[in-house]
């Protein structure tokens, strides 16, 4: 979904509510779609992060399992992060604040390898609802996942993929990447 998609057309508000600037539907941004899809039992598992851990705080993962039968057919379990708003962070610096997200995420996706190979599928965090520029998410995203490949996982064989669904952003996305090497 492109992010100014409207179901009913372009919309500056609804119900008598103002939309604002970013407002993305659940089908539009990858949280949404994860949480529809993991249904009841990755609600009630989301739930009880909130009650026992207190939630997740921005720069911090937490882990569930995939929730419904749709989700678990394709992901073992899902990896939770809080990106920081990158206009309204209040402690430090957003772009600081996204690398802790990405070191956090991967550093507990890869965690208790249970086989020598692992693949992991991850979003462009950041870009969507929270309104990182996209030529920052990306590199960000970039950058730690260059770190990553090269200092933890050369002991187990993995691959990480980023799924981005627009073309132009995901080509954007593999040219920094390959400029990291230059």
């Known amino acids: 979904m492109h992010?100014?998609?409207?179901p009913l057309g372009y919309v500056s508000n609804w119900g008598g509510m103002e939309v604002g600037e970013g407002m993305l539907y659940p089908v539009s941004v990858i949280?949404?779609?994860?949480?529809?899809?993991?249904?009841?039992?990755?609600a009630l598992e989301c739930k009880m992060i909130n009650l026992m851990k207190g939630g997740c705080p921005i720069?911090?993962?937490?882990?569930?399992?995939?929730?419904?039968?749709?989700?678990?057919?394709?992901?073992?379990?899902?990896?939770?992060?809080?990106?920081?708003?990158?206009?309204y962070h209040e402690n430090g610096d957003p772009v600081q604040a996204?690398?802790?997200?990405?070191?956090?995420?991967?550093a507990l996706a890869f965690s208790n390898h249970r086989r020598n190979?692992?693949?992991?599928?991850?979003?462009?965090?950041?870009?969507?609802?929270?309104?990182?520029?996209?030529?920052?998410?990306?590199?960000?995203a970039t950058s730690e996942?260059?770190?990553?490949?090269?200092?933890?996982?050369t002991e187990h064989p993995s691959h990480l993929y980023f799924g981005i669904?627009?073309?132009?952003?995901?080509?954007?996305?593999?040219?920094?990447?390959?400029?990291l090497d230059k």
């Open 3 to 6: 992010k100014d998609w409207q």
């Open 31 to 42: 949280d949404g779609l994860v949480h529809q899809l993991g249904g009841p039992k990755l």
């Open 59 to 87: 720069g911090k993962a937490v882990e569930t399992t995939s929730g419904s039968e749709e989700l678990r057919s394709r992901f073992e379990r899902i990896i939770h992060v809080t990106p920081p708003f990158f206009k």
């Open 98 to 106: 996204l690398q802790q997200c990405y070191r956090s995420a991967l």
């Open 117 to 140: 190979e692992y693949t992991v599928a991850c979003p462009l965090i950041g870009a969507g609802a929270r309104g990182f520029p996209y030529d920052i998410a990306i590199a960000v």
């Open 145 to 153: 996942a260059r770190k990553w490949l090269r200092e933890v996982m």
């Open 165 to 179: 669904p627009d073309i132009h952003i995901a080509e954007h996305f593999v040219k920094m990447y390959h400029e």
